[in-house]
């Protein structure tokens, strides 16, 4: 993944990736290795405590195919390929992705693929994602991971933040949150204080845990129209929800809708839970008239 030195890396530098907004990348400099590893977002995780906790985390059957984002130096790798069926194990670093098949040759299912992950295609086949992922790249990894048809779960260490917010720990729901929210469960999972990284970022860390419902919540048929209207009110115009949504229906009709949903009128959009924008959704169905 470019700049996926993953796994074992954590982006150190820049702590403010609770936005969607892409992140500049450092490419490699010369000089020594330590140096390389900074301009990569490079940050390892060599407690194995920890890489069990995230292995526990992951919830992985014995059956199971799991890729990995950014494999580092392989101690993660190691342990998911114990507790796998299959490890297709991503790195971007020319001299990490080299020494992967000498240090994991003893497990014998790991398959080490340099390159990006991010321009990878995802398995026909029912797969999980796991792994140590570096801040400049979480939006878009996670972006990949709800686009990927068979994705079962994804398990990634992220900045604590950004983990918190995306699971609605603040008491505030981002749109990708919500507009996934039909099809994937959004779980905060256990605190990695940031001592366990090397380099120590300025941030704990924590597991963001995206997991595909069996059947979504809304009919197949609904999904598109469910995602439309949260877009739209995302929006943000009117400075309200309500407002937002009355532009282009009776004022009747939303009042109703939002009573029905819990939503007081005058309600910021990103204050309203998944939950109530699936009621909304189901009162204002069938148009906007």
């Known amino acids: 993944m470019a700049s996926h030195h993953h796994r074992h890396h954590r982006h150190h530098r820049d702590h403010r990736d609770h936005r969607d907004q892409p992140r500049r990348r450092h490419g490699p400099r010369p000089g020594r290795r330590g140096d390389n590893r900074r301009a990569l977002s490079q940050n390892f995780l060599r407690d194995a405590g920890v890489l069990r906790r995230i ?12 890729w990995e984002p950014g494999a580092g130096e392989g101690r993660l790798t190691r342990a998911l390929a114990r507790a796998s069926r299959e490890v297709v194990a991503y790195e971007l670093d020319p001299a990490l992705a080299a020494a992967l098949p000498g240090r994991l040759a003893a497990e014998g299912n790991v398959r080490v693929v340099r390159g990006d992950f991010l321009t990878a295609r995802p ?9 140590n992922i570096p801040y400049s790249r979480t939006t878009d990894i996670v972006r990949w991971c709800l686009a990927a048809r068979t994705l079962t779960s994804a398990t990634l260490v992220t900045q604590r933040e950004f983990a918190r917010r995306r699971t609605g720990d603040f008491g505030t729901w981002p749109l990708l949150t919500v507009q996934s929210w039909p099809e994937f469960a959004w779980q905060l999972g256990p605190r990695i204080e940031r001592h366990h990284f090397d380099p120590v970022p300025r941030t704990d860390s924590a597991v963001l845990r995206l997991v595909r419902r069996p059947a979504p919540l809304l009919p197949p048929g609904e999904l598109a129209g469910y995602r439309a209207l949260v877009a739209e009110g995302f929006t943000g115009v009117g ?6 949504l009355r532009r282009g229906r009776p004022t009747r009709r ?7 949903a819990g939503v007081p009128d005058d309600a910021p959009v990103g204050r309203v839970t998944p939950r109530q924008w699936l009621t909304l959704h189901r009162a204002l169905r069938g148009g906007t008239g």
């Open 239 to 244: 400075g309200s929800l309500a407002a937002t």
């Open 123 to 131: 398995p026909a086949r029912p797969f999980a994602v796991v792994g």
């Open 55 to 66: 292995v526990r985390a992951a919830d992985l059957p014995p059956s199971a195919l799991v």
């Open 254 to 260: 939303v009042r109703a809708a939002l009573a029905a």
